[in-house]
């Protein structure tokens, strides 16, 4: 019997040998990740095991094929998080189903938690594949490494979603972070093809840049140009929010990726600044266009992009949390 978590009463509590079986409705890498950490967390609350699926339920990152052996698209980049495939789970006499949904309770930064790294640390770990391609990664950045995520493409017109950086804004306060620590290189993360040469010429041969899928326009989600698309895009996402956590200091925009690298990251960046320019309207012709009209007018103006400037470099601590953009 499958059960929805929402049919069950608070006060509820199991025994740890039924299954919870996770699972996520769209949502991009570091979000779904997210949706999972905190629905471990719940499994825990209930006494349940927790496992997940995406292979039973859809997502965003799964391939008509198997990838490394495996359907499930959580396991083509990392363990299965308990001792119960999915198969066992869904042959079990009762498992409870998380409903596909991130709880409502979630923090809005995964990085002001301390127990969302707990559950990180103690249930999520990278496959030998994924092993593999990070220790290739090995020594590429390091403690004078400044860490920039610029998005922008795509994340200009997503309704609900952070208002992301303008061009000027990226290189402006990363340039003033790269002087005033004394950093020598540059890793670069961003999904638009048309900002390299813009960093490369304000950093020169300093700059770092990974051979990742880049688009000039648009959305990377909404084509499939090589083999095993949506697959690498996952894979891409996880090794640069990985080596963006080991950088010496970071600049970034309100996302989930850079809010993943923080967590990982523990409180060792010398500086984080992180810029928030408010949140996308919910309406869908709006937020098309919002992004662009703020972009025109004054920073922190009443209708302009909002420019707040938080430093996070003692993150993850109460006092330090920015405000919500909502």
Same mark, same amino acid.
């Given at each position: 019997m499958l059960l929805r978590i929402s049919e069950l009463e608070p006060q509820f509590r199991f025994d740890r040998a039924i299954p919870y079986i996770i699972s996520r409705k769209g949502g991009g890498f570091f979000s779904i990740l997210s949706t999972v950490l905190c629905q471990i967390r719940i499994a825990e609350r209930l006494g349940l095991t927790p496992v997940v699926d995406f292979e039973n339920y859809a997502s965003t990152y799964g391939?008509?094929? !198997?990838?490394?052996?495996? $359907? /499930?698209?959580?396991?083509?980049?990392?363990?299965?998080?308990?001792?119960?495939?999915?198969? *066992? !789970?869904?042959? !079990?006499?009762?498992?409870?189903?998380? #409903?596909?949904?991130?709880?409502?309770? !979630?923090p809005e930064y995964m990085a002001s938690d301390p127990d969302l790294l =707990?559950?990180?640390? *103690?249930?999520?770990? +990278? /496959? =030998?594949?994924?092993?593999?391609?990070?220790? +290739? $990664?090995? #020594?590429?950045?390091?403690?004078?490494?400044?860490g920039i995520h610029f998005r922008g493409n795509e994340m200009r017109t997503a309704k609900k979603h952070p208002l992301p950086m303008t061009l000027n804004q990226a290189l402006s306060s990363s340039k003033k972070m790269f002087d005033s620590h004394n950093l020598d290189t540059v890793y670069l993360v961003t999904e638009g093809l048309q900002y390299i040469s813009k960093f490369r010429r304000t950093f020169g041969k300093r700059l770092l840049v990974d051979q990742t899928y880049r688009i000039r326009y648009g959305n990377a989600y909404g084509t499939y140009p090589r083999p095993n698309h949506k697959f690498l895009l996952g894979k891409e996402a996880l090794m640069s929010a990985l080596t963006l956590s080991r950088c010496g200091g970071l600049v970034a925009s309100d996302s989930n990726l850079s809010d993943f690298s923080i967590m990982v990251n523990q409180s060792r960046y010398r500086a984080v600044v992180l810029i928030k320019n408010g949140t996308n309207s919910a309406n869908k012709h709006v937020a098309n266009v919002a992004w662009y009209f703020k972009a025109l007018l004054p920073l922190g103006s009443r209708y302009g992009l909002k420019n707040h400037l938080h430093d996070l470099t003692s993150w993850p601590r109460q006092e330090n949390l920015p405000p919500s953009s909502i």
């Open positions: 391939e008509e094929h !198997a990838v490394y052996g495996v $359907r /499930n698209s959580w396991e083509y980049y990392f363990l299965p998080v308990s001792a119960l495939s999915t198969d *066992q !789970a869904h042959g !079990a006499p009762l498992a409870i189903e998380s #409903g596909g949904e991130h709880p409502k309770d !979630a =707990r559950i990180w640390n *103690q249930y999520v770990a +990278l /496959n =030998r594949p994924m092993v593999d391609f990070d220790n +290739l $990664r090995d #020594g590429l950045v390091g403690e004078e490494t400044l």
